[in-house]
């Protein structure tokens, strides 16, 4: 299986997909958990937010970790047959560990909604507006 963990800078889940700087990529075969890769997110960097540009670069995932999730996000995801696992558990390592022996329990209060003003900017081609 192939797991992407929205990471920090720091290699702690990140608490919004959208946001993470990295994706850090597993593969998880029984109790074995090698880190293969680890794709940076182009798309905050360039100050984008793209729900599909995300999706595109996971396309070849199974399961994503994330600290949180916008509901268009998540939807999207789950639209590409992903499995999306939305924790409050902020060391990568356990999260992958828990997911590996099915004990990583998902936490569907943690998908929002976004209203407007949730403090980053998307591209002009999402939705055409800054956001404060």
Known sequence: MKIAVAATENKEVNAHFGHAENFLIYN???????????????????????????????KDVDTIIAGGIGRGAYSNLIAEDKKVVIT??????EAIKKLAKGELEHEADRIHSHGHGHGHIHNAHHHGIKEE
Do not use: F, Q, Y
């Open 88 to 93: 409050s558990i902020e060391n990568v390592e």
């Open 28 to 58: 998880v075969e029984g109790d074995k958990i090698n880190l293969v890769e680890v794709r940076e997110n182009l798309i905050k960097k360039t100050g984008g937010h793209s729900h599909e540009a995300l999706a595109s670069l996971l």
